[in-house]
């Protein structure tokens, strides 16, 4: 039997340190897989983690190629591991298909439909891949992202776990 994916639900406050934890967790676990997307609803959404990966990996050296524009349109980076990182907009579900990545950052998740977490969700489990859900609990798309947060603080059926970072923190 194939292992579930690693589902984990990151609820913060307003710059309470999401993204940089978002960008950290991506260059300090997983700088070995093969391919990464964070998703925001639009390309302005993803800047952030996108951003603080890139710098971490310039920190040590490791970033081998980034591209990125000023407009809002898709960046992508390449580290010395072989790790691809590729930036999408889930307003677009047609650039959620073709890859199956290793991991995924679902970031501004309260921006986005539950129909753009379930196609992730769907996404990640064609390779048993880790996603990380994170936002804060607005609510522009529904009460999904809260809801999704509340039942993953038990047993739930995506076996994911959740985690509070409150402003403060």
């Given at each position: 039997?194939?292992?579930?994916?690693?589902?984990?639900v990151?609820?913060?406050?307003?710059?309470?340190?999401k993204?940089?934890?978002?960008?950290?967790?991506?260059?300090?676990?997983?700088?070995?897989?093969?391919?990464?997307?964070?998703?925001?609803?639009?390309?302005?959404?993803?800047?952030?983690?996108?951003?603080?990966?890139?710098?971490?990996?310039d920190?040590?050296?490791?970033?081998?190629?980034?591209?990125?524009?000023?407009?809002?349109?898709?960046?992508?980076?390449?580290?010395q591991?072989?790790?691809?990182?590729?930036?999408?907009?889930?307003?677009?579900?047609?650039?959620?298909?073709?890859?199956?990545?290793?991991?995924?950052?679902?970031?501004?998740?309260g921006?986005?439909?539950?129909?753009?977490?379930?196609?992730?969700?769907?996404?990640?489990?064609?390779?048993?891949?880790?996603?990380?859900?994170?936002?804060?609990?607005?609510?522009?798309?529904?009460?999904?992202?809260?809801?999704?947060?509340?039942?993953?603080?038990?047993?739930?059926?995506?076996?994911g776990?959740?985690?509070?970072?409150p402003?403060?923190a």
């Amino acid at each position: 039997e194939r292992p579930l994916p690693t589902l984990v639900v990151l609820a913060g406050g307003e710059q309470s340190g999401k993204s940089t934890s978002c960008g950290a967790h991506v260059f300090g676990m997983h700088w070995r897989d093969k391919l990464v997307w964070i998703v925001g609803e639009r390309y302005e959404d993803t800047r952030k983690e996108f951003e603080y990966l890139v710098q971490d990996g310039d920190a040590v050296g490791a970033t081998k190629q980034v591209w990125t524009s000023q407009s809002p349109s898709p960046s992508r980076a390449l580290f010395q591991t072989g790790l691809r990182v590729r930036t999408l907009s889930s307003s677009d579900a047609s650039t959620l298909q073709g890859e199956s990545p290793d991991g995924i950052l679902m970031v501004e998740a309260g921006r986005q439909s539950y129909q753009a977490f379930k196609t992730l969700w769907t996404r990640a489990m064609h390779r048993s891949a880790w996603l990380l859900v994170s936002g804060t609990f607005e609510q522009y798309k529904g009460r999904w992202f809260p809801d999704l947060w509340k039942a993953c603080q038990g047993e739930n059926e995506y076996h994911g776990v959740s985690l509070s970072l409150p402003t403060y923190a």
